[in-house]
């Protein structure tokens, strides 16, 4: 069992800054394939970015050049560095944990979620 903590979340002019945390519980951190996730009321959780054990990388074309995700395995803990923020980022991020070799690219079935942190982005 995995529980997942994120932090970081805030309000934030466009243009601006983040950088979200997610911390596990639990042992193993470094076989799980570490993913970010956003959503918006009435909207699916859609991909944000993802990091395998392995370190690859892998991100939405809706974020790509502006965010980054990295991995502390000493500390238990994913980031997201959110840069050159739009409204359109606006969204409650999740952070999810599968234990697998692969990258997660879309909605899983499986693995933990943590409960959210909330990005705002104004104009």
């Known amino acids: 069992q995995v529980q997942l903590v994120e932090s970081g979340g805030g309000l934030v002019l466009a243009g601006g800054s983040l950088n979200l945390s997610c911390t596990a519980s639990g042992r193993a951190f470094s076989s799980y394939t570490m993913t970010w996730f956003r959503q918006t009321p009435g909207n699916e959780r859609e991909f944000v970015a993802t990091i395998t054990q392995f370190g690859a990388k892998y991100y939405a074309d809706s974020v790509k050049g502006r965010f980054t995700i990295s991995r502390d395995n000493a500390q238990n803990t994913a980031y997201l560095q959110m840069n050159n923020l739009k409204p359109e980022d606006t969204a409650i991020y999740f952070c999810?944990?599968?234990?697998?070799?692969?990258?997660?690219?879309?909605?899983?079935?499986?693995?933990?979620w943590g409960p959210g942190t909330q990005v705002t982005v104004s104009a």
């Open positions: 999810h944990a599968l234990y697998s070799l692969f990258a997660v690219t879309s909605l899983p079935n499986d693995g933990f």
